[in-house]
């Protein structure tokens, strides 16, 4: 996560890319801009009146059907005004939540384009912050930013060129103090800006590690380490507050500003009306007029500064959110081949692969399975076993060699449709806070709770399901907690099962369950493994007795292949690890 300050000037190639996301919205956006203008121009309306009714109807003529005229007029201009305020509201922030909906959906359809390495080095909890709140606060550049700042600035030529009109002496008494006000209106715009890219990394931080820690809880539970967590979390919660701290000094000393400047401004003109023996004839009407343009004049300013920061930040937060749509750590989906009447062989030739540079954990590896057959994959731990799955989904691309199906490289085929084919059970299953009908069939309507129904039975979950509230509508939290290890991986068997894969790839974690669990697994894997080309990565050699071949890995390389019977005969690897393996449950 960068921590560095956002640019001094506005990034006008930045605010071109946030404004493009207005084309689908043109008539919001432009009748929006166009009841701001309307605002700003109407604005002076109501004190030009006021100085006409005290100048013509109060001091001179006394006429009170004028009076009563102008004050019609008044009333009128304030419900104008009023209707207008509430439909430019409405409208811009409708454009603001109608933008953030795009562009969040945006975000996440790319998200879930990206390869497993971006994963790998970007903490969840950043790339919820980029996501969720980054995003939001780009409703706030549109309802209080572009829009409301060019109302603004036209509302204040309108005032200054009015009140030349009126009485250009007077006007440059009203602005003696504007150049100060200036002046603190960039000093707390600078001020602010750096607090609020203090704040925003700082939500940043506490959203990753509140996410990671709340995530592996059990661990910090259970090696004591609640309090050491909580001193980092305070510590971090800290910098956010500091920084929160910092921008609202900035605010408390820059609106008390405003004010001594406008009052010293109104004193300045009633002392220079009063010095001069009203030489420039000035009405009680001019001095009301020019004294409500003091606090007409300094409120727009004030909030000037303001709005320029929710636009600054904005534009931070879109520089952050852009980062994550430009990445192009995605997987490359070129392919045009389908999965019709696909056989199922799989071949590894020649591939090399590596996670982190150079680092390869996977070293000129080699091998095929013909359609329909079963290969158990086997070796110590970090031998390259679990990465023949990613390689084979696609979730990380090899450094070289090939991979194919059925003789076509796997680049070749649609992702949708490779994915779509290849079925995986792994070792650390994942459910969602969802019924377990929906973590099956993942809301897909072409499942049935029929046949979700009659894949349990064919497994032997269905008793165990039937036997919780509400059956197979049970939600069972997020990650599964309130399910075993051995029924998460079941119900993943089924999820596997109903979508009928042409290829089959079990990560076997069979050594933290009951025997009861690890035979309704084991009959689970000969039921999805029958007629479908199948891997199976193998933690207890006592499982993979019946496969076609067995391929043993070392230190990402294959050292050995062959059946069960074969490998130990050949007293090498295979048969070292099934002596041991076989030593430890004695």
């Known amino acids: 996560m960068s921590k560095a300050e956002p640019n001094k000037g506005l990034n006008v190639s930045l605010i071109k890319r946030i404004l493009s ?54 009333l009128a201009t304030l419900i104008v005004e009023a209707l207008l305020q509430f439909s430019n509201i409405y409208l811009t922030s409708l454009l603001g939540q109608s933008i953030v909906k795009d562009l969040r959906t945006h975000v996440y359809k790319h998200i879930v384009t990206l390869k497993s390495s971006y994963f790998d080095k970007t903490p969840v909890g950043t790339l919820v912050t980029r996501a969720i709140s980054d995003i939001e606060s ?7 930013g572009f829009i409301v700042i060019s109302g603004d600035i036209l509302m204040l030529l309108i005032f200054v060129i009015v009140m030349f009109i009126k009485n250009w002496v007077l006007t440059l008494i009203v602005l003696c103090t504007v150049p100060l006000l200036l002046i603190a209106t960039t000093l707390f715009k600078n001020g602010v800006k750096k607090t609020f890219a203090e704040v925003r990394n700082a939500v940043a931080s506490l959203n990753a590690f509140t ?48 004010e001594i400047l406008s009052a010293v ?6 002392w220079f009306i009063g010095a001069n023996k009203n030489t420039y004839n000035v009405g009680l009407g001019d001095i009301t007029f020019f004294v409500m343009m003091v606090n007409m004049l300094f409120r727009p300013i004030r ?78 731990t970090g031998a390259g076993k679990s990465t023949i799955i990613n390689l ?71 008793e165990f399901v039937n036997s919780l ?50 035979q309704l697994i084991q009959t689970a894997t000969d039921l999805i493994t ?6 199976i990565i193998a933690h207890r050699l006592s499982t993979i007795k019946n496969v076609n071949k067995i391929i043993v890995f070392d230190k990402g390389a294959i050292v050995e292949q062959g059946t069960q019977d074969e490998l130990i005969a050949h007293n090498g690897h295979f048969k070292r690890l099934y002596e041991l393996q076989f030593a430890e449950t004695v």
């Open 21 to 74: 996301y207005t084309k689908p919205y043109k008539k919001q956006f432009f009748a929006a801009l166009a009841l701001t203008l309307a605002l700003a121009s109407l604005a002076i309306v109501r004190p030009l009146l006021i100085n006409k009714a005290l100048n013509d109807f109060v001091i001179n003529s006394k006429d009170l059907s004028g009076l009563n005229t102008i004050g019609c007029l008044i």
């Open 138 to 144: 780009l409703s706030d550049v549109f309802s209080q």
């Open 303 to 380: 909030l000037l500064a303001d709005r320029l920061n929710t636009l600054q930040m904005g534009i931070v937060a879109a520089e952050r959110v852009f980062k994550v749509i430009d990445s192009d750590e995605i997987i490359e989906d070129k392919g045009t081949v389908t999965f019709s009447n696909i056989k199922g062989s799989v071949e590894f030739k020649n591939v090399w692969f590596a996670y982190n540079n150079d680092n390869f954990v996977l070293k000129d590896v080699s091998f095929k399975i013909n359609a329909g057959e079963t290969v158990a994959l086997v070796g110590a």
């Open 530 to 535: 029958k007629g479908r080309t199948s891997i």
């Open 469 to 518: 509230p509400g059956a197979y509508n049970y939600v069972v939290k997020e990650r599964g907690v309130s399910l075993s290890a051995g029924q998460r991986q079941l119900i993943a068997f089924i999820r596997a099962y109903v979508y009928n894969p042409k290829l089959f790839i079990l990560d076997e974690a069979t050594a933290t369950i009951d025997s009861h669990t690890e």
């Open 392 to 462: 084979l989904s696609r979730f990380y691309e090899i450094n070289k060699g090939e991979i194919l199906v059925d003789e076509i490289n796997i680049t070749n085929y649609q992702l949708e449709e490779l994915r779509k084919n290849t079925g995986a059970v792994l070792q650390d299953v994942h459910l969602f806070n969802d019924s377990i009908f929906n973590n099956i069939a993942l809301h897909n309507p072409k499942i049935t709770l029929e046949e979700v129904i009659k894949a349990s039975k064919q497994i032997g979950l269905h």
């Open 265 to 270: 401004a109104i004193a300045a003109l009633i």
């Open 211 to 258: 996410q990671e820690h709340i995530t592996g809880m059990r661990i910090v539970q259970l090696f004591n380490r609640e309090e050491e967590e909580l001193e980092k979390f305070k510590e971090i919660n800290d910098k956010h507050r500091k920084a929160n701290i910092r921008s609202i000094w900035y605010y408390s000393i820059f609106f008390p500003v405003v």
